[in-house]
């Protein structure tokens, strides 16, 4: 593959990190091809921040408060929040999360932080899961950052249950998919209609 032009390479650096501020460096070194030294170097030349700072500008960003369930309940950080609407939680894979042997993620806390988000993101005091439907796409290794996306989905002729999608992401790579029904503790308020998985990439 010919080298970029280092114009080039740091404007695609720039609109990589545009449409997904949650990628990592080690993932922008196999993107551009490039060490992870010049990485860090473009990203100081643009002004742009490493990941972690990029993670507490969001996180201090203003959005809805859980409701559902206290904060700290929520597996993952939540960098974005719209009540029954949609909502982000970014969640590191350390060594209590995997397995000692093969290092990878054990399943039950990948549940864990989709179900906890597509409960966080019901505006009603109390949201229970009611069903779900898991698919796990591909294994999520030690030091790895799962990023999940939840949309809250119309469900005709129930006013008390909503239905909710989760994408789950390392990088680009999709890795758990999962459909939750939740009960809402009243029939009141109104639950959103999503758009199209492609439309929620971004």
Not at 24 to 48: A, C, P
Not at 84 to 110: M, N, P, W
Not at 139 to 147: A, P, T, W
Not at 152 to 170: D, I, T
């Amino acid at each position: 593959m010919e080298k970029l032009p280092k114009r080039e390479r740091q404007r695609q650096l720039a609109g990589i990190i545009e449409e997904n501020p949650f990628v990592t460096d080690q993932e922008l070194t196999r993107k551009l091809r490039v060490s992870i030294q010049t990485i860090r170097l473009d990203r100081m030349e643009l002004g742009i921040p490493e990941l972690r700072e990029r993670m507490k500008v969001m996180a201090e960003q203003s959005y809805d408060q859980v409701r559902s369930l206290p904060i700290d309940e929520v597996i993952g950080e939540v960098i974005d929040l719209q009540l029954d609407r949609s909502g982000i939680s970014i969640f590191e894979i350390k060594q209590e999360h995997v397995f000692s042997r093969t290092l990878v993620a054990r399943g039950h806390h990948l549940f864990a932080q989709a179900n906890s988000l597509a409960i966080a993101v019901i505006n009603e005091e109390v949201a229970l899961t009611a069903t779900a439907d898991i698919r796990f796409v591909r294994q999520v290794h030690l030091g790895e950052k799962v990023v999940a996306k939840a949309y809250v989905r119309s469900v005709s002729g129930e006013r008390n249950k909503a239905k909710v999608e989760v994408f789950s992401y390392v990088g680009d790579d999709l890795v758990v998919h999962g459909h939750f029904i939740i009960f809402r503790s009243t029939s009141e308020g109104t639950v959103s209609e999503g758009g199209h998985e492609d439309e929620n990439r971004h």
